[in-house]
């Protein structure tokens, strides 16, 4: 029995030390992913983020095996990224810490879907045409994720090379998922060169290991020169379009308290600051924050606020954008759409708004905005209209249960020292709804000549979430060649140039007041005019790739991978 005994050890612990090879790789694949975001400045790591999965998967056998690795990855991956959702650093709300929690163990499951397509055509057809296909069923996947109500686009791969705006000047014309198409392919191309490598041959590997290695140097110095060569010029707008002035207002109003204290305290600091910001200076535009009215104002039992917003409105000469609660009532349910919300037994039904206006001193009419895409559970649970126990869900700060907001506005005045006839012309992203290129690039094509960001991400502390959704807001202004004002209640607010580049970027939890000059630009670029075209050819093309692998099964044998 001695010797059985003996042999059965180096069994066990070869069987160990596979099996954590095969973790590590995971981890160090999702760390690598997870590394590449803002605020960190290592983008390029996401060209190898994919590296070690794809040798990962070339070694274990079964499909499922393969999948609960991937998983392992994109559990790292998301928890890089997203720690900072659950405002576990503050911990001062438990619904919010359950939210995040869930929201880094669930997330995962979705990336698992194009690795799964993947494995399929590795399987029925070859390594080469999964390896072909990838960049395609990512590409796909991801556009997918962006679209319905639980959509969830903050870790699109192409937004981890947001702060190195010179790499990224084509987005113009293929939207930011052709940057995730760049990403995958070079891994794929880099995997490829390293099998190439590895090879035993040398002498016959040798004139394709320098045709790839070639390639992918091309692929990655033509952007990053052609891009820079972009950036030289500069947007001075069209014929005789001026500059126009802007004063952002960045009152640093804690979250928390915000809705417990005295709400007509913060709205008359707020109009301190800005009545001393415009002392000295031509101001054209200013903008408060997401919510910076935490009420009703434009409800009958507020008249007076409104009536005092106006005088400094008035007294300044420019108008103002701010962030609001809006409320529409209807007086019977058969006027009112699905989804309204009645008041008390008997009383009227009414929509909620997470909302911006538009008060300006050369117009009695007030300009509105309702949010439209809606943060999942925060703002309001997905499709709670058709299952409605979900509404059971709402996290309790704020005013929440905010209704979808119904079209994209383009608000519109004439600045101070323009022609009558003259007009400016802007929309108002609220919050979370910046991450979108979609919606954003239906604002520019309807005849927004900027775009303002007004949001509240002081929720998270001083995590990695503010700076990741600065960031991300510099890949709407390169795909639509717009300026962008960023206005952040506690930061970060900032002007965004048509490039992408940052200026008078303010800091974190500090009361600021940014002044700056931006060009209403009327141009169209091929992403305005056509949306995402490109990302619907490329998921078209890799789902033409899965359905040949599903019902054309490859004629050599033991090639793919054997399943469990």
């Known amino acids: 029995m001695a010797p059985l005994r003996l042999s059965r050890v180096p069994a066990t612990d070869g069987a160990r030390k596979t099996t954590l090879r095969r973790i590590v790789l995971a981890v160090t694949s999702g760390a690598l992913l997870g590394l590449s975001f803002p605020p960190l400045p290592f983008s390029l790591l996401a060209l190898v983020g994919f590296l070690p999965l794809l040798i990962l998967f070339e070694e274990v056998e079964g499909t499922w095996r393969q999948l609960r690795y991937a998983y392992l990855a994109f559990l790292v991956f998301n928890a890089i990224t997203l720690y900072w959702v659950g405002g576990f650093v503050d911990a001062r709300d438990g619904f919010l810490m359950l939210a995040g929690g869930l929201l880094v163990l669930l997330h995962p499951f979705f990336f698992l879907i194009p690795v799964w397509f993947y494995l399929i055509v590795r399987k029925r057809l070859s390594l080469d045409w999964a390896l072909v296909a990838f960049p395609f069923l990512w590409v796909g996947f991801e556009y997918a994720h962006a679209l319905g109500q639980i959509a969830f686009p903050w870790i699109t791969l192409g937004n981890s090379q947001a702060l190195d705006p010179s790499r990224i000047q084509y987005v113009e014309w293929t939207g930011v998922y052709g940057v995730s198409f760049w990403i995958v392919l070079l891994n794929v191309l880099l995997f490829s060169l390293v099998r190439l490598i590895g090879a035993r041959d040398g002498q016959a590997m040798r004139r394709p290991v320098f045709l790839r290695a070639a390639v992918i140097v091309l692929l990655v110095a033509i952007p990053e020169v052609s891009g820079r060569i972009w950036m030289w010029r500069t947007f001075d707008g069209e014929g ?160 929440g249960m905010w209704n979808i907001g119904r079209d994209t506005t383009v608000f519109s005045f004439v600045p101070r020292g323009w022609a009558a006839g003259d007009s400016a012309r802007f929309s108002a992203l609220v919050c979370y709804e910046s991450i979108y290129p979609g919606l954003v690039r239906h604002f520019v094509h309807k005849g927004a000549e900027f775009i303002v960001v007004i949001t509240n991400d002081s929720w998270y502390g001083k995590t990695d979430g503010p700076y990741q959704h600065e960031a991300f807001a510099a890949l709407r202004a390169i795909e639509n060649r717009r300026w962008v004002v960023r206005c952040a209640n506690g930061g970060i607010s900032c002007l965004i140039d048509p490039d992408g580049r940052f200026h008078q970027e303010t800091t974190l939890f500090t009361e600021a007041v940014v002044r700056g000059d931006v060009t209403p630009l009327r141009g169209a670029t091929f992403y305005s005019s056509h949306g995402d075209l490109f990302a619907q050819v490329v998921t078209s093309a890799g789902l033409l790739v899965l359905l040949v692998g599903i019902f054309i099964r490859k004629g050599a044998k033991g090639d793919g991978k054997k399943d469990d």
């Open 240 to 399: 005789n379009v001026k500059p126009l002035r802007v004063g952002v207002v960045q009152p640093n109003i804690d979250p928390w308290e915000k809705w417990q204290g005295s709400k007509l305290a913060e709205v008359e600091r707020l109009r301190e600051m800005t009545a001393s910001a415009a002392l000295g200076d031509s101001l054209q535009l200013l903008i408060w924050p997401e919510t910076a009215i935490p009420y009703y104002i434009l409800q009958s039992a507020h008249a007076g606020d409104l009536a005092a917003l106006r005088k400094l409105v008035d007294t300044i000469g420019a108008p103002l954008l701010t962030g609001f609660p809006n409320a529409v009532f209807y007086p019977d349910s058969a006027q009112a759409p699905r989804g309204s919300k009645r008041l008390a037994a008997g009383g009227d039904w009414y929509e909620s708004f997470n909302a911006a206006m538009l008060l300006d001193p050369r117009a009695s009419r007030i300009q509105t905005y309702g949010k439209i895409l809606l943060v999942p559970f925060g703002e309001r649970p997905p499709y709670v209209d058709q299952i409605p126990f979900l509404a059971a869900m709402m996290w309790d700060i704020g005013l």
